[in-house]
């Protein structure tokens, strides 16, 4: 079995990159590695804008990080209820990986970041579901069960961790985001085992 889970993410003022830490710390209280990775912006012309390694943070994830994990965390902040232009650049180039059925049965889920409490997340949660779905992955979310779910005043959503970062960008989740991030996080650690017993 694939020893990590792709906790892979896109984040411009820095609120959703301290959501995937979070999501990867829960990753590994399950046991299981949690490999962090981002993607570069894109221009106008939608073409990859950055050096090949970044300056500071998470490298730049390729599709072989995608190809050999055990599950998958996928990130992004709200853009118009819809995921971030450079996530979606990267996921566009997945194709090999779907004809050849590399993340077929493995388990996925989402998490987002908005300046405001009803600034999409629920739809760009959804909208990074879309491709996970036509990979065969397998989708959590976050259930009721955790108790975060129903308290949370910020972010915190059934279909995926989220961050209300408010109009001044607070990069520091509530800790009930907190909560629901890495419940994510244990979830897919746990999920990735179960699945690949199965196999």
């Known amino acids: 079995m694939s020893a990590y889970i792709l906790v892979l ?9 301290e959501l995937a830490r979070q999501v990867a710390r829960g990753v590994e209280s399950s ?9 570069p912006p894109v221009s106008a012309d939608h073409q990859a804008t ?5 300056d500071s943070g998470a490298p730049y994830a390729t599709l072989d990080d995608l190809r050999g994990c055990a599950g998958l965390a996928l990130g992004s902040p709200t853009r118009f209820g819809n995921m971030a232009a450079p996530l979606k650049y990267f996921i566009d180039q997945t194709s090999d990986l779907w004809m ?45 069960s955790e108790a975060a779910l129903t308290r949370t005043r910020d972010g915190g959503t059934p279909y995926g961790p989220s961050h209300v970062a ?13 909560t629901l991030a890495r419940a994510l996080g244990h979830r897919l650690g746990g999920l990735a085992r179960a699945l690949e017993q199965r196999r």
């Open 166 to 178: 408010g109009i001044d960008n607070r990069t520091q989740p509530s800790d009930d985001e907190i």
């Open 100 to 144: 050849s059925g590399d993340l077929i049965g493995k388990p996925a889920g989402v998490f987002t970041a908005s300046a405001s409490q009803h600034g999409g997340q629920e739809s760009t949660l959804l909208s990074m579901m879309l491709p996970l779905f036509h990979h065969g992955m397998v989708l959590a979310g976050v259930p009721y």
């Open 9 to 17: 993410y896109y984040s411009r003022t820095g609120a959703v990159a």
């Open 31 to 39: 046991g299981m590695e949690a490999r962090l990775r981002t993607v």
């Open 50 to 54: 950055a050096p090949a390694v970044p």
